[in-house]
């Protein structure tokens, strides 16, 4: 959130929104936003926690279902290991943004993904793993740069003592780069 800096009055679109909590705080710090996700379920926890903000019910990987030009930042957090095409992707998003607006894209670091790691959760004492695409940082951001994206910024973040105090499981991470985030804006 801090990168993506929401403004009062614009229009954010959160790109695989999950249960919201970028909703909340893109609202709350006076933005627009509007959520998309391709989980009902996900969709349902959003809106009892944004239940003014509009959602919408879409995969990523399909048309943006956005008449162009709609939107002043979009967000995508952590999904991008998810997809099959990042770069068609990436396209669906310069064409839902207006002329210099800015898309934040964040992912679970790509070496992550080489080691065999890959998102996960548990439920009832069964581990669920996501599955991850092996897309290297060359594709995520070649890819943005090539779907019409400049001003292109990524930064890498590795875990660090602080978070494996926060979450005792994550102390295996120190020093593992852990997320990739690339800050753009879509060419005028």
Do not use: W
Request: charged letters at 25%; one cysteine or more; glycine letters at 8%.
């Amino acid at each position: 959130m801090r990168i993506l800096n929401p403004r009062p009055e614009e229009y954010v679109l959160d790109a695989a929104c999950g249960t919201g909590c970028y909703l909340d705080a893109i609202a709350s710090a006076g933005g627009r936003p509007v959520g998309l996700d391709f989980s009902r379920s996900m969709l349902r926890v959003a809106r009892r926690r944004c239940p003014k903000v509009p959602l919408v019910y879409a995969h990523l990987e399909d048309e943006l279902p956005f008449p162009h030009e709609d939107f002043d930042a979009v967000l995508c957090s952590l999904v991008g290991e998810h997809l099959d095409d990042p770069a068609q992707f990436f396209r669906q998003v310069s064409a839902a943004l207006k002329p210099e607006g800015r898309f934040v894209f964040s992912v679970f670091h790509p070496e992550l993904a080489c080691a065999g790691v890959e998102a996960n959760f548990e439920q009832s004492g069964v581990e669920y793993r996501l599955g991850a695409q092996r897309h290297s940082v060359s594709d995520y951001a070649n890819g943005i740069r090539d779907s019409g994206f400049h001003e292109i910024q990524a930064y890498e973040y590795s875990g660090d003592i602080e978070l494996a105090q926060r979450i005792p499981s994550a102390g295996k991470y120190v020093d593992r780069k852990l997320l990739l985030v690339i800050e753009a804006r879509r060419r005028g």
